[in-house]
Protein backbone atom coordinates (compact mmCIF):
# COMPACT_ATOMS: atom_id res chain seq x y z
CA UNK A 1 0.00 0.00 0.00
CA UNK A 2 1.32 4.07 -0.38
CA UNK A 3 3.23 4.57 2.99
CA UNK A 4 4.11 8.40 3.75
CA UNK A 5 6.80 8.76 5.91
CA UNK A 6 7.91 11.78 8.01
CA UNK A 7 11.52 13.08 9.43
CA UNK A 8 11.92 13.98 12.20
CA UNK A 9 9.07 12.25 14.40
CA UNK A 10 10.08 14.82 17.18
CA UNK A 11 11.86 17.78 17.07
CA UNK A 12 12.53 20.33 20.05
CA UNK A 13 14.43 23.33 19.27
CA UNK A 14 15.30 27.30 20.61
CA UNK A 15 12.95 30.01 19.74
CA UNK A 16 14.35 31.97 16.28
CA UNK A 17 16.07 28.99 15.17
CA UNK A 18 14.41 27.21 11.55
CA UNK A 19 13.41 23.99 11.70
CA UNK A 20 12.78 21.45 8.48
CA UNK A 21 10.34 18.58 8.14
CA UNK A 22 10.69 16.32 5.47
CA UNK A 23 7.60 14.30 3.96
CA UNK A 24 8.49 11.26 1.42
CA UNK A 25 5.97 9.10 -0.52
CA UNK A 26 7.67 6.04 0.04
CA UNK A 27 6.05 3.95 -3.20
CA UNK A 28 4.74 5.97 -4.93
CA UNK A 29 4.80 9.33 -6.80
CA UNK A 30 2.68 12.12 -4.87
CA UNK A 31 1.79 14.85 -7.96
CA UNK A 32 0.36 16.58 -4.85
CA UNK A 33 1.29 17.30 -1.19
CA UNK A 34 -0.70 18.74 1.89
CA UNK A 35 0.64 20.40 4.84
CA UNK A 36 -2.03 20.30 7.62
CA UNK A 37 -1.08 21.67 11.38
CA UNK A 38 -2.81 20.12 14.36
CA UNK A 39 -3.51 22.43 17.78
CA UNK A 40 -4.06 20.14 21.05
CA UNK A 41 -7.63 18.32 21.03
CA UNK A 42 -8.24 20.03 17.35
CA UNK A 43 -8.93 19.36 14.14
CA UNK A 44 -6.42 19.38 11.17
CA UNK A 45 -5.83 23.22 9.66
CA UNK A 46 -4.74 22.93 6.32
CA UNK A 47 -1.58 25.21 5.73
CA UNK A 48 -1.03 24.52 2.28
CA UNK A 49 -0.74 22.45 -0.86
CA UNK A 50 1.75 21.64 -3.15
CA UNK A 51 2.68 20.48 -6.36
CA UNK A 52 5.65 19.22 -7.30
CA UNK A 53 7.63 22.26 -9.70
CA UNK A 54 5.68 24.70 -8.72
CA UNK A 55 5.10 27.56 -5.85
CA UNK A 56 2.85 25.89 -2.84
CA UNK A 57 -0.11 27.80 -2.56
CA UNK A 58 -1.08 28.83 0.94
CA UNK A 59 -4.31 28.86 3.11
CA UNK A 60 -5.53 32.01 3.91
CA UNK A 61 -3.40 33.49 7.05
CA UNK A 62 -0.74 31.10 6.74
CA UNK A 63 2.45 33.12 6.44
CA UNK A 64 4.36 32.23 3.48
CA UNK A 65 7.65 33.82 4.25
CA UNK A 66 7.38 32.21 8.11
CA UNK A 67 6.46 28.35 6.86
CA UNK A 68 8.55 27.73 3.20
CA UNK A 69 7.37 24.61 1.59
CA UNK A 70 9.28 22.91 -1.14
CA UNK A 71 8.11 20.43 -3.37
CA UNK A 72 11.07 19.28 -5.63
CA UNK A 73 10.54 16.30 -6.46
CA UNK A 74 7.59 13.26 -6.75
CA UNK A 75 8.72 11.86 -3.72
CA UNK A 76 9.91 14.48 -1.56
CA UNK A 77 8.17 17.37 0.38
CA UNK A 78 9.61 19.65 2.85
CA UNK A 79 7.78 22.02 5.72
CA UNK A 80 10.41 24.88 6.71
CA UNK A 81 9.49 26.85 9.89
CA UNK A 82 11.64 30.17 9.94
CA UNK A 83 12.55 31.80 13.00
CA UNK A 84 10.56 29.51 15.11
CA UNK A 85 8.54 31.35 18.30
CA UNK A 86 6.78 28.94 21.08
CA UNK A 87 3.61 29.74 19.22
CA UNK A 88 4.32 27.41 16.30
CA UNK A 89 4.68 24.64 18.96
CA UNK A 90 2.48 21.98 17.23
CA UNK A 91 1.67 18.58 15.21
CA UNK A 92 2.35 18.86 11.45
CA UNK A 93 1.02 16.43 9.56
CA UNK A 94 1.67 15.98 5.71
CA UNK A 95 -0.81 13.50 3.07
CA UNK A 96 -0.14 13.07 0.08
CA UNK A 97 -2.42 12.30 -3.15
CA UNK A 98 -1.96 11.21 -6.98
CA UNK A 99 -1.59 7.35 -6.57
CA UNK A 100 -2.50 6.39 -9.90
CA UNK A 101 -6.01 5.17 -10.13
CA UNK A 102 -7.00 6.14 -6.43
CA UNK A 103 -8.55 9.23 -5.36
CA UNK A 104 -7.01 9.02 -1.95
CA UNK A 105 -4.85 11.16 0.24
CA UNK A 106 -1.89 8.95 2.78
CA UNK A 107 -0.95 11.07 5.21
CA UNK A 108 2.20 10.63 7.29
CA UNK A 109 2.30 10.09 10.84
CA UNK A 110 2.65 13.64 11.74
CA UNK A 111 6.16 15.36 13.49
CA UNK A 112 5.83 17.18 16.83
CA UNK A 113 7.57 20.38 17.07
CA UNK A 114 8.37 21.85 20.45
CA UNK A 115 9.58 25.42 20.36
CA UNK A 116 11.26 26.46 23.95
CA UNK B 1 -17.65 26.05 0.30
CA UNK B 2 -17.74 23.13 2.50
CA UNK B 3 -17.63 22.47 5.97
CA UNK B 4 -18.50 19.22 8.46
CA UNK B 5 -19.67 18.93 11.66
CA UNK B 6 -19.42 15.99 14.07
CA UNK B 7 -21.99 16.05 17.18
CA UNK B 8 -20.42 15.28 19.97
CA UNK B 9 -16.75 15.94 20.70
CA UNK B 10 -16.24 12.81 23.33
CA UNK B 11 -18.26 9.93 23.02
CA UNK B 12 -18.11 6.50 25.70
CA UNK B 13 -19.88 3.58 24.94
CA UNK B 14 -19.39 -0.21 26.80
CA UNK B 15 -17.01 -2.63 24.94
CA UNK B 16 -19.26 -4.94 22.96
CA UNK B 17 -22.05 -2.10 22.71
CA UNK B 18 -22.79 -0.23 19.26
CA UNK B 19 -21.07 2.82 18.26
CA UNK B 20 -22.39 5.62 16.39
CA UNK B 21 -20.00 8.78 15.39
CA UNK B 22 -22.00 11.80 13.91
CA UNK B 23 -21.01 14.01 10.72
CA UNK B 24 -22.98 16.02 9.06
CA UNK B 25 -21.78 18.29 5.75
CA UNK B 26 -22.28 21.00 3.48
CA UNK B 27 -20.98 20.68 0.07
CA UNK B 28 -22.17 22.57 -2.87
CA UNK B 29 -21.10 20.16 -5.10
CA UNK B 30 -21.85 16.03 -5.18
CA UNK B 31 -19.21 15.56 -1.88
CA UNK B 32 -16.59 12.76 -1.19
CA UNK B 33 -16.77 11.81 2.35
CA UNK B 34 -14.37 10.21 4.17
CA UNK B 35 -13.70 8.75 7.82
CA UNK B 36 -10.40 8.66 9.51
CA UNK B 37 -8.91 7.56 12.80
CA UNK B 38 -5.97 8.72 14.73
CA UNK B 39 -3.84 7.53 17.45
CA UNK B 40 -2.23 9.34 20.00
CA UNK B 41 1.21 10.75 18.77
CA UNK B 42 0.08 9.50 15.27
CA UNK B 43 -0.67 10.20 12.10
CA UNK B 44 -4.42 9.65 10.11
CA UNK B 45 -5.26 6.27 8.64
CA UNK B 46 -8.36 6.28 6.50
CA UNK B 47 -11.37 4.30 7.48
CA UNK B 48 -13.77 3.94 5.02
CA UNK B 49 -14.49 6.42 1.89
CA UNK B 50 -17.78 7.31 -0.21
CA UNK B 51 -17.12 8.64 -3.57
CA UNK B 52 -20.01 7.62 -5.73
CA UNK B 53 -22.31 4.41 -6.01
CA UNK B 54 -22.97 2.30 -3.20
CA UNK B 55 -24.11 4.44 -0.24
CA UNK B 56 -23.28 2.18 2.40
CA UNK B 57 -19.50 1.50 2.76
CA UNK B 58 -17.54 -0.71 4.32
CA UNK B 59 -14.29 0.25 5.90
CA UNK B 60 -11.35 -1.26 8.19
CA UNK B 61 -11.53 -3.18 11.45
CA UNK B 62 -15.53 -3.67 11.24
CA UNK B 63 -16.81 0.01 10.79
CA UNK B 64 -19.42 1.51 8.22
CA UNK B 65 -20.70 4.26 7.02
CA UNK B 66 -23.94 5.37 5.38
CA UNK B 67 -23.94 8.41 2.74
CA UNK B 68 -27.42 10.04 3.31
CA UNK B 69 -27.89 13.03 0.79
CA UNK B 70 -31.40 13.90 2.09
CA UNK B 71 -29.75 14.24 5.58
CA UNK B 72 -26.19 15.18 4.64
CA UNK B 73 -25.14 12.83 6.68
CA UNK B 74 -22.45 10.47 6.79
CA UNK B 75 -22.47 8.92 10.35
CA UNK B 76 -19.93 5.93 11.63
CA UNK B 77 -21.14 2.91 12.78
CA UNK B 78 -19.52 0.15 14.30
CA UNK B 79 -21.55 -2.94 16.02
CA UNK B 80 -19.35 -3.74 18.73
CA UNK B 81 -17.14 -1.66 20.51
CA UNK B 82 -13.21 -3.11 21.14
CA UNK B 83 -10.97 -1.23 23.53
CA UNK B 84 -8.71 -0.78 20.43
CA UNK B 85 -11.19 1.44 18.98
CA UNK B 86 -10.47 3.77 21.63
CA UNK B 87 -9.08 6.81 19.13
CA UNK B 88 -9.73 10.44 17.31
CA UNK B 89 -12.26 9.87 14.77
CA UNK B 90 -12.38 12.43 11.75
CA UNK B 91 -14.65 13.06 9.24
CA UNK B 92 -13.39 14.87 5.88
CA UNK B 93 -15.15 16.15 2.63
CA UNK B 94 -13.66 17.12 -0.24
CA UNK B 95 -15.11 18.71 -3.17
CA UNK B 96 -14.66 15.74 -5.99
CA UNK B 97 -11.52 13.76 -5.51
CA UNK B 98 -9.90 12.57 -2.51
CA UNK B 99 -6.53 14.36 -3.96
CA UNK B 100 -8.25 17.80 -3.48
CA UNK B 101 -8.27 19.76 -0.23
CA UNK B 102 -9.83 18.36 2.48
CA UNK B 103 -11.85 20.00 4.81
CA UNK B 104 -12.10 17.95 8.23
CA UNK B 105 -14.59 17.98 11.12
CA UNK B 106 -13.68 18.81 14.65
CA UNK B 107 -13.07 15.45 15.71
CA UNK B 108 -14.56 12.72 18.11
CA UNK B 109 -13.11 11.39 20.93
CA UNK B 110 -14.30 7.52 21.30
CA UNK B 111 -13.28 5.89 24.55
CA UNK B 112 -14.38 2.41 25.50
CA UNK B 113 -15.84 1.66 28.61
CA UNK B 114 -14.77 -1.93 29.52
Known amino acids: GAVVSQHPSRVICKSGTSVKIECRSL??????MFWYRQFPKKSLMLMAT?????????EQGVEKDKFLINHASLTLSTLTVTSAHPEDSSFYIC????????????FGPGTRLTVL | AQSVTQLGSHVSVSEGALVLLRCNYS??????LFWYVQYPNQGLQLLLK??????LVKGINGFEAEFKKSETSFHLTKPSAHMSDAAEYFC????????????FGTGTRLTIIP
Open chain 2, 50 to 55: YTTGAT
Open chain 1, 27 to 32: DFQATT
Open chain 1, 95 to 106: SAGGLAGEDTQY
Open chain 2, 92 to 103: AVSPNFGNEKLT
Open chain 1, 50 to 58: SNEGSKATY
Open chain 2, 27 to 32: SSVPPY
